[in-house]
């Protein structure tokens, strides 16, 4: 297999993005924009790691890069050459897997050697040769629905790596697996990466996990969202195998998680209006296409803020996170819920609890939902543009529609929806709306506008 360069310094770029800008159009036919102007490349000899939050246009970004979609503006080059088709020199492996259920671990991993026209004898040795490599010798005849999910995330990269690319591209390879099976598939894909036997001049893998970006890259990518744009770029100078555990790993997810959480400038404004006097209205820029909904429940967002008011009222995420046997990225959704609604505020990798956040987290079931629909009325911008949208019209009553057709504007479908169903959970519990799922209809409660 292909010899690759020396891990110690990076060489030629293969990969090269250049104003990259990428607009989707809404079933409505507005335009939705996911990047915008990004310039970024790939080297020869390191691992890059896109790391952002929903929203950022991490998968957007990779896709472009592979040639797999167009970019609306700017260039993508392999080698110097613009794209005008797929990228010759990239291979990826999806989060999904990707395989066809009717052919074997062999047959799948020879698939893209047929579809550039390898001889059978050849297709044969190379590929027992990737299946040996990523450690599946023995179930070359195995369907997939024979194999964990861990072994067909195998097959996907042993697929990859039997063209012998110039750029292994990973798209949160390791998000469907178990813990313990991503964390021994990284170790392994690592060691082939360190000890030159992985057949590629260089790895882009996207992920919203901040310690695996910490763990496997040599230069880390951080993406803003809506629309993404590269927000920092930070070299990882630790050796490998990295230990979680140094002053230096930790120091480094802090540094990463400070610039994640870092707010966008839409996302200040929410966050300054959640922080206001309590009388003071939001400023008009925190709109609900801003500044989106995080993904969470009340019951979770009051446990996070409990658990800090116990541990004294403030603390640093990397460390709760650890005490509570979580990744930080799976606190990211309640922090910044928490901070938006003013329960809580950021400085760097610390959170802390305001006065308001310790009146919630101390409250009984009843004062806390009144407190809650009061914050939510006030400082989530969906949820206050339901409560105004239903206060102005005749019955209080509104379909769903309505609603979705105005989140399309700036959401795909599937993400309107899924805003929508954020609002209308932390509505019906702050008994601001209700909502009548059989005929997709939103009522406001009475006396919801007095929360405004």
């Known amino acids: 297999m292909t010899n690759t360069p020396s891990r110690s310094e990076t060489g030629a770029a293969i990969v090269r993005a250049e104003g990259v800008t990428k607009t989707f159009t809404t079933p409505d036919g507005r335009a939705l924009p996911v990047l915008d102007a990004i310039s970024m490349q790939v080297n020869e000899g390191e691992i890059v790691a896109l790391l952002g939050k929903s929203g950022s246009g991490k998968s957007t970004l990779l896709r472009c890069l592979a040639g797999l979609i167009a970019p609306s503006a700017g260039t993508v080059s392999y080698r110097g050459t613009p794209l005008a088709a797929t990228n010759p020199g990239v291979a990826m492996v999806f989060q999904s897997f990707a395989l066809l259920p009717w052919l074997t671990v ?158 966008e400038e839409a996302a200040e404004v929410a966050a300054a209006a959640a922080v206001q006097a309590p009388t003071g209205p939001p400023r008009a820029a925190a709109t609900p296409i801003a500044v989106p909904l995080p993904e969470v429940s009340v019951g979770g967002l009051a446990g996070l803020l409990e658990i800090l008011v116990a541990r004294g009222g403030e603390d640093g995420l990397a460390e ?58 006030r400082h989530a911008p969906l949820v206050r543009a339901i409560v105004q949208a239903l206060a102005a019209t005749e019955g209080q009553r509104l379909r769903e529609e309505f609603f979705l057709d105005l989140l399309r504007r700036g959401y795909s479908a599937e993400e309107a929806r899924r805003q929508l169903d954020i609002a209308i959970d932390w509505g019906r519990y702050g008994e601001l709306f209700d909502y009548d799922a059989d005929d997709g209809v939103l009522t406001l409660e009475p006396g919801a506008e007095a929360k405004l």
């Open 320 to 377: 709760l996170a650890d005490e509570l046997s979580f990744e930080i990225d799976d606190l990211l959704p309640l922090v910044d819920a928490a901070v938006l609604l003013g329960l809580a505020r950021t400085e760097g990798p610390r959170i802390t609890v305001t006065e308001q956040g310790r009146e919630f987290a101390a409250a009984d079931i009843l004062t806390s939902k009144q407190l809650f629909a009061r914050h939510a009325a």
């Open 106 to 263: 062999q047959q799948n991993v020879e698939l893209s050697l047929q579809a550039r026209g390898v001889t059978e004898d050849e297709r044969r040795e190379r590929a027992l040769k990737a299946i040996d490599l990523i450690g599946l010798d023995g179930f070359e005849g195995a369907y997939p629905k024979e194999l964990s999910g861990g072994m067909r995330q195998r097959v996907g990269v042993a697929r990859a790596l039997v063209v012998e690319p110039d750029a292994l591209f990973m798209d949160e390879p390791f998000s469907a697996l178990d813990v313990l099976t991503a964390e021994n598939l990284r170790r392994e894909i690592v060691g082939l990466w360190e000890g030159h036997e992985a057949p590629v001049r260089s790895v882009l893998i996207v992920t919203h996990n901040i310690e695996e970006a910490v763990l496997l890259a040599d230069r880390i990518l951080v993406l803003s969202s809506n629309p993404g744009r590269i927000k920092a770029e930070l070299t990882v100078n630790l050796p490998r195998p990295r230990d979680r555990r140094t002053p230096q790993f930790e120091a480094l997810v802090d540094t990463v998680y400070g610039i994640l959480t870092g707010r």
